[in-house]
């Protein structure tokens, strides 16, 4: 089910129920750019630590946004043991309400990829619900209590200079109780234009008629005076505050339900919605774990678990979700123990059923979800020697997932994982590889790179100036640059020895 600016507010009561009934919750994100290249040797590489990726991510985070944003929420039913699945697809746009205009980075690649799998950029712009964060909501509440608060959006100027226009033409010649209709208006143009009418004119009072429309009423400066105090105000500034929120909102609820969030390689995600939705992120790495936690104290990455399962379960190596779910529904892995748990999509979100659609971001939300407890039912089934009930209750599947939850997958790095309860777990690496350059003066970390990069891929660092540290995630590169490279006349290449060939050790020595 798609959802926009236009039907947000409606959806929202239905949206809380879901929330509050879910047996978990999963997301899914697209954005309009992942790794910043402006930024010098931005992306991630094998030799980072959660630190360095870290404070690598923080600066993509902060330059790009959000567009898309799935939902999946998956209940039990009491009379039938089956997970109902209801998927949302939200569309998102950065709210333009009393804020700062807020600036964001497109990358050409990620646009062209969300292009191919048939990404609506024009829901995106024109029906994107907004959003802000604390810092962003406590500054338009100082300005909407001093009455400074102002519309940063061009195209919001000029729908709202049409308005006015309109109504200083019809008010000269009205009368006491008379009205117009002001009609067209988008969703969040209707709060826009009522704020902005009654700021300018002070005999003037507006109503919401739905349907695109405004009512514009001449009253006296007394009755004008009466209806600001009315509670039927739909200007009342908790309810603009409710509006300028938007998604928010939703994230909001989902802190308070503290349901099990499920996501796929989420570390993103998860620096996204403390951006976006919550506080800018911090400088520490720690207390970025720390407020992660707070705020959703079990989180699920399924790549982690299906990473789990391939170990214990002889699951075939998978490079994607929908490869993950593919295998899991196709293969038969589990022929002794009950079948898995029925997943049915609610009616709203029966498309799933009958085509693919990866790379939207309702359509994963839902993969997600059935991947985990797919995966979960195997864990199950295969960890005990007694018979697994025909109908597992989903505390059973997160007592079997124990060890993977809150450890959400680290791409190329220092660490297998990172734990968002504990200590960051080390990553088992092939041994490094150091390279000595003899008789090749001038030499690069990116022309090391090009050189190994036909055989085999290769994190390159420089450790001296004629020495590079080479770093791979597959044992077999190793052994097949030390046989090819034996020989060569300018490149040395040999397993790196802490003590033989780091810096600081020889400075010591010497």
Known sequence: MEVGAEGFARCLPRLRRRILRAAFVALDMEFTGLHSTSLQNNEPSLFDSPVERYVKARQSVQRFTLVQLGKCCSDTESDLPRYVVHSYNFFLFPSTLGVRDVEFTLSASSIQFLSHYGFDYNKFLKDGIPYMNEVQEKILRQRLLAGTWKVCSNADKDVLKKAIDEVTSWIAAAKEEDTMILQDLKGY????????????????????????????KKVSLEHRQLLENSSYDHCQKKLILLSARGFTNIFQILVKAKKPLVGHNMLLDLMHLHDKFYRPLPESYEEFKRNIHNLFPVIIDTKTVTKYVQKKCLFPRVSSLLEAYTVLCSSNLNPKGPPYPVITLASGCSRYAEKKFPHEA????????????????????????????????????????????????FIRGGVSSINFSGEDAPCRHPPALVVHVRGWPGLTERQIYQEFKARCRFDVRRLSKNRFILLSNKYKHVRLVLRDYRHH??????????????????????
């Open 189 to 216: 143009h209707m709060l826009d234009v009522q704020l902005v009418l009654r700021q300018a004119l002070k005999n003037v009072w507006t109503v919401p008629l739905g349907d695109k429309k405004v009512m514009v």
């Open 362 to 409: 309702g359509y994963d939300a839902f993969l997600c979800g059935s991947v985990l407890l797919m995966s979960a039912h195997l864990l199950l089934c295969r960890s005990t020697k007694d018979a697994v009930e025909a109908d597992p209750s989903f505390s059973e599947y997160l007592t079997v997932l124990a060890e993977q939850v809150n450890k959400v997958n």
């Open 489 to 510: 006349p300018h490149l040395q290449v040999s397993v790196y020895r802490h003590w033989r060939h780091s810096p600081s050790v020889n400075c010591l020595l010497q």
